[in-house]
């Protein structure tokens, strides 16, 4: 008799990272990719009808949040399992998801290596996290403050590292909310240039708008 596949759920507002996640999925024969949604009230009732063994939920997701999906996935599916895929190397973000009933955290920029991982640890009822995160929780058990980076040291690490020097310098602009024609002036480029670095910037960082670019850069203390 051949044994049950292992039933997914992707949740992701982009449909260039569902199509890479599922493309890694679907790798495996033993696993399926039973449905896709964009946003936690789409997947709600693929929740309720399919009752994946895994969800694979981002954090950041229009209206609902990753985190309030992944305590009503908990509810309506709780047998299913839930791993958070985000590129927020955050202990903050991470005991909260946890909290809310995640048993594995991942970030995206390791997904290519840690997303099977994830899926198997999951199915057996183990936990895997990313060793980043995993090192800033037990720092946190263990009463240490988090300790801060610098911003150059932030601007080498994930997602960063996937900006050109120009659009680091963009972005820092943004963070300082200065819109594009005084970009354009400050780097001595058009404002048509500035409009193509703030593009690219949204698409590497999976963010959709100047908002979201200045809360992430504040938070990870490039400005």
Not at 79 to 93: A, Q, S
Not at 100 to 118: F, M, S
């Amino acid at each position: 008799m051949e044994e049950a596949k292992i039933k997914v759920l992707i949740v992701d507002d982009h449909d260039i990272v569902r199509e890479g996640l599922r493309r890694i999925l679907e790798s495996r024969p033993d696993i399926e990719v039973v449905a896709e949604a964009a946003s936690g009230e789409e997947a709600v009732p693929l929740l309720e009808r399919y009752r994946p063994n895994i969800s694979l939920f981002d954090i950041q997701l229009p209206g609902m949040s990753g985190i309030e999906l992944t305590a009503r996935a908990k509810e309506i599916n709780p047998e299913g399992e839930v791993v958070v895929l985000t590129m927020f190397d955050d202990r903050e973000i991470a005991t909260r998801a946890i909290k809310a009933g995640a048993i594995g955290y991942v970030l995206k920029a390791a997904a290519n290596q840690q997303l099977l991982e994830a899926v198997d640890a999951a199915h057996r009822g183990e936990s895997l996290i990313t060793p980043s995160v995993a090192r800033k929780l037990v720092e946190l058990l263990a009463g240490l403050p988090e300790p801060k980076e610098s911003p150059e040291q932030v601007a080498l690490s994930e997602p960063y590292s996937q900006l050109t020097k120009r659009e680091m310098e963009v972005l820092m602009l943004v963070a300082e909310n200065l819109i594009n024609r005084d970009i354009a002036e400050r780097l001595f480029i058009s404002e048509h240039t500035v409009k193509a670095h703030v593009k690219a910037i949204f698409r590497k960082l999976h963010i959709d708008d100047r908002t979201q670019a200045v809360i992430m850069a504040r938070k990870d203390g490039l400005v």
